[in-house]
């Protein structure tokens, strides 16, 4: 559409052309740590091409990048950002698949004993000064009840962005919760691709990072 006052300033000049319309570019603050952003129109904000900050546990790794006024991808927001790279960046998951450190954590956590999951949850020190976690969506029943197997982009609930079942064949491999009463979906992409729910918030893990998002500006 033309800018109306472009074209009543060009009547006035006699010209049929129009005068540029000069834009300013805004960009963002890109962590030094990471090579680069990439912006998922789905989801409104940008995300980190690979993964970083190995070896912390998830309380660590989400109080650092809230520090950067940076955050996780909960489940849901992953397979809406799997969906754009699976049509228009092959690169990142062909980097995931090879990259041993690629493994990342997901922004939810999962109440085991009461089959539910808390989506994007603040965090906080408690009297004890070791972190808890607080608020959040919280979804009952968000579990399946196998333990492990096998399921298919299809079967993933569009809110909890959990799998509705898991079967014995499909494309994501799926490990249920090992008897901890919390636990975080962990994304696993190193040679399989799957969904994990079988670490502690509070383990330490070499293998595990995040995957670093910032909202446009």
């Not at 909960?74 to 995931?96: A, C, Q, T």
């Not at 698949?97 to 997901?106: G, I, Q």
């Not at 079988?198 to 893990?205: A, G, I, K, L, S």
Request: charged share 30%; proline share 6%.
């Amino acid at each position: 559409m033309v800018n109306k006052n472009l074209r009543r300033i060009a009547d006035r000049l006699g010209r049929k052309d129009l005068p540029i319309e000069k834009t300013e570019t805004k960009t963002i603050d890109t962590p030094q740590e990471l090579e680069c952003f990439s912006y998922i129109p789905d989801l409104g904000f940008y995300v980190a091409d690979r993964v970083s900050m190995n070896g912390g546990n998830w309380y660590e790794n989400k109080r650092e990048l809230e520090e950067k006024n940076s955050f996780l991808l909960s489940p849901r927001m992953f397979w809406k950002y799997y969906g754009f790279v699976s049509e228009n960046r092959e690169d990142i998951l062909h980097d995931s698949v090879m990259n041993p450190l690629s493994d990342e954590w997901l922004d939810a956590i999962v109440q085991t004993t009461q089959n539910r999951i808390v989506s994007s949850p603040g965090i906080v020190l408690d009297y004890e000064m070791k972190y808890t976690y607080i608020g959040g969506a919280r979804y009952s029943n968000a579990i399946p009840e196998q333990e492990e197997g096998f399921f298919n982009r299809s079967q993933i609930r569009a809110v909890t962005g959990m799998p509705e079942a898991i079967w014995e064949s499909g494309d994501f491999e799926y490990r249920g919760p090992d008897g901890e009463n919390l636990v975080v979906p962990c994304r696993v992409f190193n040679q399989d691709m799957g969904l994990y729910l079988t670490n502690p918030p509070h383990d330490v893990t070499g293998l595990i990072g995040v995957r670093e998002c910032k909202l446009r500006e």
